[in-house]
């Protein structure tokens, strides 16, 4: 079966660029959707088909896919940017998510 | 305004079975295909099943298939996951999701989440 590999943690400091990794076979070959999840609360897509916002989500969200490897990156980091995120992507018609990534801002 | 609000979870014995529903509003449910995920408490994110705009294909992850059916009821705006054999490991909150299945876009509304816990 498909996996996807994030790494545990990354931690930023505010006003810094953060970015998480999400890795998979032929990865790039897919489109990658990225969730933010905050303590308590349901997980809110922030990125679709590897580059693109929904609305309300500021820019300072972005998304790469390329290769094996798709990146989640945010610019400017404040510390209301502090969850869980997970990349997740379709494969056939079933839906696989990473294992998370626990953003720190300090 | 999209609302998912699902309903069901509770405490049951290891091998007992549980129905959740997902009641849906503000758009056309209908037209989307539906997802049910789940998380157990503290872990990752997790994949169960999704169906189709009419019911017609179903999707399942291996370990559910054969104890867990999803349905739904278009006429009722409704979504539905049918538990049975329950085990430990089924314990986690079940997320309802709006999905974008065509285009992979994902998923862009998420109900809060019901709670599930099988233990005796």
């Known amino acids: 079966s498909y996996e996807l590999t994030q790494p545990p943690s990354v931690s930023v400091s505010p006003g810094q660029a953060a970015s998480i990794t999400c890795s998979g076979y032929?990865?790039?070959?897919?489109?990658v959707c990225w969730y933010q999840q905050k303590p308590g609360q349901s997980p809110l897509l922030v990125i679709y088909?590897?580059?693109k916002r929904p609305s309300g989500i500021p820019e300072r969200f972005s998304g790469s896919n390329s290769g094996n490897t798709a990146t989640l990156t945010i610019s400017g980091t404040q510390a209301m940017d502090e969850a869980d995120y997970y990349c997740q992507a379709w494969d056939s018609s079933t839906v696989v998510f990473g294992g998370g990534t626990k953003l720190t801002v300090l | 305004e999209v609302q998912l609000v699902e309903s069901g979870g509770g405490l049951v014995q290891p091998g007992g079975s549980l129905r959740l529903s997902c009641a849906a509003s503000?758009?056309?449910?209908?037209?989307?295909?539906m997802t049910w995920v789940r998380q157990a408490p503290g872990k990752g994110l997790e994949w169960v099943a999704n169906i189709k705009q009419d019911g017609s294909e179903k999707y399942y992850v291996d370990s559910v298939k054969g104890r867990f059916t999803i349905s739904r009821d278009n006429a009722k705006n409704s979504l539905y996951l049918q538990m049975n054999s329950l085990r430990a490991e089924d314990t986690a909150f079940y997320y309802c999701?709006?999905?974008?299945?065509?285009?992979?876009?994902?998923?862009?509304?998420w109900g809060q989440g019901t709670l599930v816990t099988v233990s005796s």
């Open positions: 999701a709006r999905t974008h299945y065509y285009d992979n876009s994902g998923f862009d509304y």
């Open positions: 088909q590897d580059t």
């Open positions: 503000g758009f056309t449910f209908s037209s989307y295909w």
């Open positions: 032929k990865l790039g070959n897919k489109y």
